[in-house]
C-alpha cells in the first residue's frame, strides 16, 4: 500500500491513530536536517556579527584612564638621594612599579592625604603589593614629623639634588602623583587627589601586566 498506518484496539474496534506517508515523513526529515544546519552555521556566525556591529556600526565607547599617559622617560635616579646622604640607586626598585609623590617636608593636610590615598592603593593590591614601592621626593629641606613617618614605614624618603628630576615630575611645585614602571620609567601622571576607587583600580591593573 501506498499509505501506512497505525492503530490501537479501542472498545473492540481498530482506531486509526495516524497516517503518514513515506514520502511526507522523508520530507519532514530532510527539513529538520535544513534547519539543524542553519542553527549551526548561524552560532559559528554569531560572534562574527557581533564583532563587526561594535566594529562599524556602534564601537563602543573607550573609558578613559584615571591617570594621564606620559611619553615614556627614564627616571634620573642619579638625582635620587636619601636622608642619610646615599643615592638611591635603580637595582634597589628594579622590577617594581614606583608611587612617587613630591612635596614639602612640612607635608600639609592636602599632602597628607595623599600619601594616605597612596599607602591604601598599594595595601589594597593585595599579594600584589609587594610589586609596588613609594617614594616621597622631599621638595625643601623640612624634615617629615615622626609621628607621620611612623603612619607610613613603607614609605621611602628622597631628596632631588637636580632641578632636572623635579622637571620630570612637573616642576617644583608639583603636588601631583606619579607612576614610575618596572624599567625605571615615567609612564602616568594623577592629580594629588585622584578619585580613591579608580586609581586602586588602576593601579591594580597596571601591576599585573
Same mark, same amino acid.
Given at each position: 500500500?501506498?499509505?501506512?498506518?497505525?492503530?490501537?484496539? #479501542?472498545?473492540?474496534?481498530?482506531?486509526?491513530? $495516524? !497516517?503518514?506517508?513515506? =514520502?511526507?515523513?522523508?520530507?519532514? $526529515?530532510?527539513?529538520?536536517?535544513? !534547519?539543524?544546519?542553519?542553527?549551526? &552555521?548561524?552560532?559559528?556566525?554569531?560572534?562574527?556579527?557581533?564583532?563587526?556591529?561594535?566594529?562599524?556600526?556602534?564601537?563602543? #565607547?573607550?573609558?578613559?584612564?584615571?591617570?594621564?599617559?606620559?611619553?615614556?622617560?627614564?627616571?634620573? *635616579?642619579?638625582?635620587? #638621594?636619601?636622608?642619610?646622604?646615599? +643615592?638611591?640607586?635603580?637595582? %634597589?626598585?628594579?622590577?617594581?612599579?614606583?608611587?612617587? *609623590?613630591?612635596?614639602?617636608?612640612?607635608?600639609?593636610?592636602?599632602? #597628607?592625604?595623599?600619601?594616605?590615598? /597612596? +599607602?591604601?592603593?598599594?595595601?589594597?593590591?593585595?599579594?600584589?603589593? %609587594?610589586?609596588?614601592?613609594?617614594? !616621597?621626593?622631599? /621638595?625643601?629641606?623640612?624634615?617629615?614629623?615622626?609621628?607621620?613617618?611612623? =603612619?607610613?614605614?613603607?614609605?621611602?624618603?628622597?631628596?632631588? /639634588?637636580?632641578?632636572?628630576?623635579?622637571?620630570?615630575?612637573?616642576?617644583?611645585? $608639583?603636588?601631583?602623583?606619579?607612576? &614610575?614602571? +618596572?624599567?625605571?620609567? &615615567? &609612564?602616568?601622571?594623577?592629580?594629588?587627589?585622584?578619585?580613591?576607587?579608580? *586609581?586602586? +583600580?588602576?593601579?591594580?591593573?597596571?601591576?599585573?601586566?
Amino acid at each position: 500500500m501506498a499509505k501506512e498506518m497505525t492503530s490501537e484496539k #479501542q472498545a473492540g474496534q481498530d482506531v486509526p491513530v $495516524s !497516517w503518514a506517508p513515506a =514520502s511526507v515523513l522523508k520530507a519532514s $526529515s530532510q527539513t529538520r536536517g535544513r !534547519w539543524t544546519l542553519l542553527a549551526i &552555521v548561524a552560532i559559528g556566525l554569531l560572534p562574527l556579527l557581533v564583532a563587526l556591529y561594535f566594529r562599524y556600526v556602534s564601537p563602543p #565607547q573607550v573609558k578613559a584612564t584615571v591617570g594621564l599617559p606620559l611619553d615614556p622617560v627614564p627616571l634620573p *635616579f642619579e638625582f635620587l #638621594q636619601r636622608p642619610d646622604g646615599t +643615592r638611591l640607586e635603580h637595582p %634597589e626598585v628594579s622590577g617594581k612599579w614606583l608611587v612617587i *609623590f613630591a612635596a614639602p617636608g612640612a607635608c600639609d593636610a592636602r599632602c #597628607q592625604h595623599t600619601l594616605y590615598l /597612596t +599607602r591604601q592603593a598599594r595595601t589594597a593590591q593585595g599579594r600584589n603589593m %609587594e610589586r609596588i614601592d613609594r617614594l !616621597w621626593v622631599i /621638595t625643601d629641606a623640612t624634615t617629615p614629623a615622626p609621628g607621620l613617618m611612623a =603612619s607610613h614605614p613603607d614609605l621611602v624618603l628622597v631628596r632631588a /639634588t637636580d632641578a632636572k628630576l623635579m622637571d620630570i615630575l612637573g616642576g617644583s611645585e $608639583s603636588r601631583h602623583i606619579h607612576l &614610575v614602571d +618596572r624599567r625605571g620609567l &615615567v &609612564v602616568f601622571r594623577y592629580p594629588e587627589n585622584p578619585d580613591p576607587t579608580a *586609581f586602586i +583600580r588602576e593601579l591594580g591593573k597596571l601591576v599585573r601586566l
